[in-house]
Structure formats: C-alpha cells, structure tokens
C-alpha cells in the first residue's frame, strides 16, 4: 500500500469541504479509479464528478485515464482554470 | 523569470528586466488588470486569486519553455498576482524581449492564451455582499485552437 496526499482547490475544496486528505492505496491505478475511490469514500465525494472538474498528478494536467505510479506524491482535483 | 506573488508590480522595472543590450529591436508587453463588473456599476467588486503552489509555477514554466521552442526570444517575463485584488488593480504581466517585433507579439499573445487555461489560477468574485467562483470562458479553450492549427 502506498500513501497518497489528494490535494482540493476552490470550489471544489468547498463542495468537499476538504483542502487535502490522505490515502492509503494500492498503486498503480487511475485517476479515474481514485475519482472514483474518494465519490464513495468521501461525504460530499459527489462533487468530484462535477462538469469539468479536472485533475493533475505531481503538478501534471491528467485525464481520467491516466495512471498514477507507485512513487506519486500528490494528486489534485479543481475546478476549470480562471487565471489572467 | 516567472513569479506568483501577493504584492503588486512595477510595470518599468520589468520592462527594464527584458531589455538586452544591442540584440533587442522589440518588447511586447500585456497587463492584464482588475475592471468595474459592467453589470454592477454600482458595487464595490473585488477578486480573490487562489493559485496551487508549486503546479501553477510549474504550469507557466511549461507554458515558456513551449514559447521559446516556437519563437527565438531574448528573454520572458511572466508575472501572477495572487490574494484579494480591487478594481483597478494590476493581476498579471506578460512580457517578451526579440530581435523583431513579429515573435515578441505572438509570444506574449500565446503565452496569455496558455495562462488562461493552462495555469493553476482560480479567481472568486465579489460584487457588493455577494462572491462566487468565476466559471472558465469557453472562449479561452477556443483561443488555444489557433496555435495548434
């Protein structure tokens, strides 16, 4: 089992009410397995499949697909980008 | 040089940043800078920035690696401000240094065409007593399209 930090930013941290949150998981998986994960295991996990909401690994824009290795620090959810 | 930052900047110091001797024959230059909703002309408006440290300096440095392989720039200069902003208030610089001015427009053009949808920034409005987050513009995606044609 590896330790994952899942990190929540903006709207998204307020709809889960959580700016991080620690997993313990069997790696690899996708990001769209832990999307998954954290909907059932978190109390407002449903806002995870909210339109548009987009993920990043160790600060690389990822899509559901993706595959989030053994030696992963960080995994990200947000909203669409509103920057400039 | 790529900076996110709470404090405001100084537009001619950064100008002065992107000047090198004898090679520079343009500098282009975008500040982007906090406006009166139209729809509220009478409300106190105001942004909160929320940026994820560490991905969104990551993002930029991407975003100008990317414009350095397309143009051949003397020097980029991005710019983020991050916290409460007011009206009026400066929220980002985009500069870029060149032999011509050709490839300082289009760098500086591209590079706030990535920023907008390529970048870790979230902005939160408020319009007098009310704040929501701002919604991504899918004219923003769209502008991305032209750089790939």
Redesign the interface.
Known sequence: MSKVKVVFFASLKEAVGLSEYLVELDLPISVGELRQYLVDHLDKGGALLGPGVQSSVDFEFTRDTDIIAINTREVAFFPPVTGG | MIRVQQDDFDVQALYKQLLKKNDTGAVAMFV?LVRQFADQPNETCSFE????P??TE??LQEIVDDAQRRWPLLDVCVV?RVGRLSVDDQ??FVGVSASHRAEAFQACDFI?DY??????????ETQGECSQ????KQGDALSLERWSQ
């Open positions: 982007g920035l929320e940026h994820y560490g991905m990551h993002n983020h929220i980002v706030m920023l907008k949808s390529r970048a870790a920034f979230w902005k939160k987050w701002v919604d991504a």
